[in-house]
């Protein structure tokens, strides 16, 4: 599986299967009534914050351009 991030090359998976990429699970809702923010897992952080930015609000998320929200929050990747 692969969630929006980075190394897509073939031989950096941990499997030699068939990749599955997450990248249409790519909304982001932001609810300033409650604060919370609903991210798709497709994504990677640095359109996070760029979705976020008017709101003048952020996530705690991967600072490294490129990294993937469902990888990370998971604790994926090799």
């Known amino acids: 599986m692969k969630s929006g991030g980075h190394t897509l090359n073939p031989g950096f998976s941990s499997s030699s299967a068939i990749q599955i990429a997450l990248y249409r699970f790519s909304d982001i809702s932001y609810d300033p009534t409650s604060h919370t923010v609903t991210i798709g897992s497709g994504l990677i ?34």
């Not at 996070?48 to 705690?60: G, H, K, R």
């Not at 490294?64 to 990747?77: A, F, H, I, Q, R």
């Open 45 to 78: 952080f640095d359109d996070v914050y760029a979705a976020l930015a008017p709101y003048n609000i952020t996530i705690t998320g991967g600072r490294v351009s490129g990294v993937g929200v469902g990888g990370y929050l998971l604790g994926g990747g090799k």
